[in-house]
């Protein structure tokens, strides 16, 4: 089968039009017709012109004495928006090329080829609108991780405010230890929002999170094929970080070979990828945070000693909250006027009770379990002011079983001793008190019920208080 070449071209689905020296139309395909519906007269109108200039071009080429290379003189590509195809906007794309005489070199003709690139521009769109978002929302989470919000008046909060305001302008690697729930994921989101790198992204990632073998991947990224399953080529986090910052939470629980691994990026600042060949640079700053005693786990050999060198170079220790209480009415104060905020709700505060009893309570989960806590209280508020009654049953025993200990501990001395023989005989008369009550206040139908002689329930009755036994109550029968 042969082939006509104009055949050919009316199957193209870009435009393709030729336009002689003395202005002939030569060429209008087909796509140029239905596609575009192009007007004649329009183009060879402009293309003449560019004819004209493609000209002008090489005469400059050949008075510098130079033949222009192929495909040099090609126009720079022109975009326009076609007139509305329905309601819907076409973008095209042109571009013109001169066509030489073969005889004597000079531009003949000269092509032009129109390609629809509606799907580009709206991609350019699109990635327009993105950039703007992620603009606004960069500038939200800038101000969202600040140091002024980073809640606390306790000298032990200022002093690791101060210590962290003074490294995040630098590249140095940072260690933060801390109970979980005091806020060092928050310190290393700071630290970075104020660094040069805050335009870059910061990536977290919990060591602790992840086996052996994946963390690997998570954190170098791997090549297709580099172990059963590795269908398609992943980057790592280091990767992903590009020019940012990498918070590796919970350092001490990262497998030792991916130790080795992170030593040599900190020292080398390369890595390889999972079944890679070609080392990488990367371009990170650490930060890296514990809440469990890593000379321990050095000590155990489940962390080495050089890496931890390299890591513990600016540590800042951020306190427990019970060590700061002082800080806990601001923290409540400022997290219920923030979920008041998101909730809908309108709670002015606690009574001096309930904040008594917050006060007083150990905190295990710190600030994470102060601000889940608040939630709750405000999620069941029912009036402006929260009172005792609304205090989690756990947190008011706590406080309940520190009261009574306290009351119950006549001089300090041997306070745990002291509480429990107490607590062990309150419980005795509060039984005996029962099985009287029961039996009608009958001492031998009582003895029975706690299954005691009669002489030991009265030896016991003898030690219980008398206010505790109402008067008029006659339990000598
Ligand atoms: N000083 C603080 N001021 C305000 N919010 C805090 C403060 N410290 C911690 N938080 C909040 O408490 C929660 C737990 O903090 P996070 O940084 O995740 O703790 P960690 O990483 O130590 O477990 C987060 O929601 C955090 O925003
Ligand atoms: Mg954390």
Redesign the pocket.
């Known amino acids: 089968m042969k082939y006509d070449l104009e055949y050919v071209l009316d199957s193209a689905l870009d435009g393709i039009f030729i336009v002689a020296h003395d202005h002939r139309l030569v060429l209008f395909n087909r796509a140029c017709e239905e596609l575009y519906r192009l007007s004649k007269e329009d183009i060879v109108d402009k293309a003449s012109r560019k004819l004209q200039d493609l000209k002008k071009t090489l005469q400059e080429k050949k008075s510098e004495k130079e033949k222009p290379a192929y495909g040099e003189l090609a126009s720079e590509k022109e975009r326009m928006v076609l007139p509305h195809k329905g309601n819907k906007e076409v973008w095209v794309e042109t571009i013109y090329t001169p066509i030489y005489d073969q005889d004597n070199g000079e531009i003949a003709y000269v092509m032009g080829v129109i390609k629809d690139i509606t799907e580009q521009k709206n991609l350019e769109i699109q990635k327009q609108v993105l950039l703007t978002q992620l603009s606004i929302l960069r500038k939200d989470i800038e101000s969202k991780y600040d140091f002024s919000?980073?809640?606390?008046q306790s000298s032990g909060?200022l002093n690791a405010l101060e210590l962290a305001g003074e490294v995040a302008k630098q590249n140095t690697t940072v260690f933060?230890s801390?109970?979980?729930?005091?806020?060092?994921?928050?310190?290393?989101?700071a630290i970075h929002y104020n660094s040069r790198r805050a335009s870059k992204p910061f990536i977290a990632i919990n060591c602790s999170g992840f086996p052996d073998t994946l963390i690997e991947s998570e954190l170098f990224g791997y090549e297709k094929g580099a172990f059963t399953g590795a269908e398609k080529t992943k980057p790592g986090k280091i990767q992903l970080v590009a020019g940012g910052t990498l918070f590796l939470?919970e350092v001490t629980d990262m497998s030792l070979s991916a130790q080795a691994k992170m030593l040599r990026i900190i020292q080398e600042r390369e890595f390889e990828m999972l079944g890679g060949i070609k080392t990488l640079r990367a371009d990170i700053r650490i930060i890296a945070?514990t809440?469990t005693d890593i000379e321990k786990r050095i000590r155990e050999g489940k962390f080495r000693e050089d890496l931890y060198y390299r890591l513990y170079v600016y540590p800042i220790f951020?306190p427990p909250l019970r060590d700061r209480l002082d800080?806990l009415e601001i923290?409540a104060k400022?997290?219920i006027s923030q979920m008041n905020r998101e909730m809908g709700k309108q709670v002015k505060g606690l009574t001096p009770e309930a904040w008594k009893i917050l006060k007083g309570f150990s905190w295990p989960g710190?600030?994470?379990e102060?601000?889940n806590v608040i939630e709750r209280l405000l999620i069941l508020s029912k009036n402006p002011i929260i009172g005792v009654n609304e205090i989690p049953g756990y947190i008011k025993s706590a406080h309940e079983i520190k009261v009574s200990s306290r009351r119950l501990d006549p001089g300090g001395a041997l306070p745990d001793r002291l509480s429990l023989d107490k607590c062990v005989r309150q419980f005795e008369t509060n039984l005996i008190v029962d099985a009287l009550k029961e039996s009608g206040f009958n001492k031998t139908k009582a003895a029975g019920i706690l299954g005691l002689t009669r002489s030991t329930f009265r030896y016991k009755l003898a030690k219980v208080p008398h206010e505790r036994l109402k008067t008029g109550w006659d339990v000598n029968n």
């Open positions: 919000n980073i809640i606390g909060i933060l801390g109970e979980s729930g005091t806020g060092k994921e928050l310190f290393a989101k939470d945070s809440n951020i800080d923290l400022t997290f710190n600030i994470r102060l601000q």
